[in-house]
């Protein structure tokens, strides 16, 4: 549905056309000068020219993998040498079918299809997803977690804003009791106290806006490079309005509570002696404010305690390889029109930097650990001892990476049996790496090393029979703390040499300052490699961790302010619970109370509403916790120790924000206090 800036989208019979033509992004428009003639133009990617046909609107953001930018568009040829490979399918449905029918159809075509050909396409399936489903699946549990998160913590502001205002309400009976025996109105009052709490919230959404122009640039630097549209997000003037309208919402909504009671109660009760201790109906209001406040905290703190929990196991989670000491690169051989060439190129750069000062190991692989992505092959292992005769468990769905010799050294993997690839090639001698998963799968009681393994599909995989010498443990491709597909390792020199590669460079130095030498080594080598996406594997590591530590973050951040606020809330429900009783604490203390029966008097009313609030916020658990199944690692939603301890310090800060504030009016000589109430 989108449409270039310039020039023209592609037509159907625009694949029959070799060289393709091409429609580039809006930045690299930009990197080529920005030539508003840039349309009928040649460019020269690799070995062939392209002819430019469009350019797409700065707004324009869409790839197969969202980590990585995409400069060019080319129109697609099955026909003229990229058919060897799997492809991403996007469909638009008519306006008259409903994703169900879609869903159906998609389903019966790929159903037909493994009936019409069972050999090549046994137990084929294609499922149809939405695209916005698609881009988003990996951080949405998140984002539901911080919307959740966010709400809670609105409820929280909110009941600790109405429990403050009601309480300075309380404490201005007097002045209320003037002023309607003056003739004031009852809606007036409630005027007064709905502009009060209106103001209160308009000033602190200002106050939101503008830290948020701030934090939203700190998250974004946090975030994962996989986040979608993550260079769009940012607080514009429209989301700042909302925050500031919101905010003013928020203290109206804070406020009604107050103004209600403040209009219904009578003037005769206002005028009585008993209105300068602030009413028993004001107090229960108070009370049940903070035992709610104290229950929504209780939620959104076992939330934070839980995710953090969760990043802590991922951070100690063995990713089947040492990142430390890790430089990687992506380096393209598409500009050789011969194979050998490449091969060649590959050969002289691994030894071009295995001379850089510093660097213990070098090689390549088709794919990185924790990239997500590798071709994928039924495999079968003929003769294997864990074969059972089912079709379907014996020729497994596998992921197939293409390595150099010395990957498995260089990248730190776990080496289990037998050996690496060698260096030296032999014609028509193949071989492959397996993991321990599909070692105990097929031979439970034996080695693997010296069995063959036969890749099913085409007559030409088929031909295709490399001898296992050695079983890895697997190194994750997918995720940090799940196990994908199980891993076959491919020894690239057996297969073609052009293509994408990411060289692996171990070293004794920081890797980063390698970066420019490798550079340099490269340019020697041949001028027309570009050199890109040069990353550290701890950094590579770092951006896998990412969903979880901003989660982590966020919600720790809001479950401190939570936290805050529930402090606050009961240090002034409690502070000015004594303060209206200073009369009463003065009589205690004058007839022989001591102070330490006034303070466990005083912190008795804060534990029952303490424990009223945690009794009401253990239903809100099981609901966060099944809401946190998406976005937990490693931990169950109910994990008691996380629970526990966060019951525990909420019970002791609560417990020493009443402490605090029965300790205030302790101080203070009874005689003193007999004056003053």
């Known amino acids: ?12 019979d625009d694949g029959d056309i070799n060289p393709a033509p091409i429609i580039l992004s809006d930045a690299m428009w930009k990197r080529l000068g920005a030539s508003p003639n840039v349309v009928g133009s040649p460019l020269r990617i690799g070995p062939d020219t392209h002819t430019v ?41 008519r306006p008259d079918a409903s994703p169900e029918q879609v869903r159906q159809a998609v389903q019966a075509f790929g ?34 977690a911080l919307s959740f998160a966010a709400f809670f913590l609105l409820l929280v502001l909110t009941v600790n804003l109405a429990s403050l205002l009601l309480a300075r309400a309380a404490e201005r009976e007097k002045e209320f009791a003037v002023s309607r025996a003056l003739g004031a109105s009852g809606p007036a009052i409630v005027r007064a106290t709905l502009a009060e709490g209106t103001l209160l919230g308009f000033l602190g959404g200002v106050a939101g806006a503008l830290a948020g122009i701030w934090g939203t640039r700190l998250l974004v630097a946090l975030g994962p490079l996989d986040l979608p549209r993550r260079e769009t997000i940012a607080l514009d003037w429209k989301i700042a309005l909302i925050v500031v309208v919101v905010g003013a919402l928020l203290g109206l909504s804070a406020a009604a509570v107050p103004a ?64 430390a000491g890790v430089l990687s690169l992506r380096l393209s051989t598409i500009v050789f029109t011969k194979e050998q060439d490449a091969a060649s190129f590959l050969d002289r750069t691994t030894a071009a930097l295995q001379a850089v000062p510093g660097v213990t190991a070098v090689s390549a692989t088709s794919n990185l650990p924790l990239s997500g992505g590798a071709w994928a092959y039924s ?158 594997m701890d950094e590579i590591v770092a951006d896998a961790r990412s969903h979880e530590r901003i989660s982590a973050v966020m919600l720790s951040g809001l479950a401190l302010g939570a936290l805050l606020l529930v402090t606050m809330g009961l240090f002034g429900m409690i502070s000015g619970s004594v303060t209206r009783r200073r009369g009463e604490l003065a009589v205690r203390l004058a007839l022989g109370a001591t102070h330490h029966r006034v303070i466990r008097l005083v912190v008795g009313e804060g534990a029952r509403m303490l424990a009223i609030g945690l009794l009401m916020g253990i239903p809100g658990i099981y609901l966060a916790g099944q809401a946190l199944r998406g976005l937990l690692v490693g931990v169950s939603p109910f994990d008691a120790p996380t629970l526990a301890g966060v019951a525990v310090g909420l019970i002791a800060i609560a417990l020493l924000a009443c402490y605090l504030a029965a300790r205030r009016v302790t101080r203070i000589e009874p005689e003193r206090l007999l004056r003053e109430g």
């Open 1 to 12: 549905g989108a449409r270039p800036a310039m020039g023209r989208a592609f037509r159907h």
């Open 53 to 93: 046909i469009g350019v797409m609107p700065p707004d324009f953001a869409f790839s197969c993998s969202i980590s990585q930018r995409t400069d060019v568009y080319a129109a697609l040829n099955l026909e003229h040498g990229q058919g060897n490979g799997s492809w991403l399918t996007v469909l638009r449905a």
């Open 111 to 144: 159903q037909n299809l493994a009936e019409r050909e069972p050999d090549k396409h046994r137990g084929f399936a294609l499922y149809a997803v939405g695209l916005l489903e698609d881009l988003v699946k990996s951080v949405r549990p998140a984002l539901l």
């Open 260 to 323: 209600v009671w403040s209009a219904r109660i009578s003037l005769s009760s206002l005028l009585s002696a008993s209105a300068t201790r602030g009413g028993a109906r004001a107090g229960r209001m108070r009370r049940s404010l903070i035992a709610a406040q104290i229950a929504l905290s209780l939620v959104l703190l076992s939330t934070g305690g839980l995710v953090v929990r969760s990043f802590e196991r991922l951070v100690f989670t063995d990713p089947g390889f040492r990142s």
């Open 379 to 536: 495999i079968a292992f003929p003769g294997a001892a864990g074969n059972t005769g089912d079709r379907d468990r014996d020729h497994p769905l596998v992921d197939v990476l293409r390595t150099r010799a010395g990957y498995v050294e260089t990248i730190g993997m776990h080496l289990l049996a037998g050996r690496d690839f060698e260096p030296s090639h032999h014609e028509g001698v193949y071989e492959a790496l397996i993991d321990q998963h599909l070692a105990a799968q097929f031979f439970p009681s034996g080695s693997p090393i010296g069995a063959t393994l036969q890749a099913l599909g085409n007559a030409q995989n088929r031909e295709f029979l490399p001898r296992i010498v050695g079983v890895v443990d697997q190194a994750r491709l997918h995720g940090l703390y799940q196990d994908g597909r199980p891993q076959v390792f491919i020894r690239a020199e057996d297969g073609a040499s052009r293509g994408y590669w990411f060289f692996t460079i171990r070293t004794n130095r920081d890797p980063q300052e390698l970066i420019s030498e490798v550079r340099s080594t490269i340019r020697q080598i041949e001028r027309r490699i570009p050199v890109s996406e040069m990353w550290t």
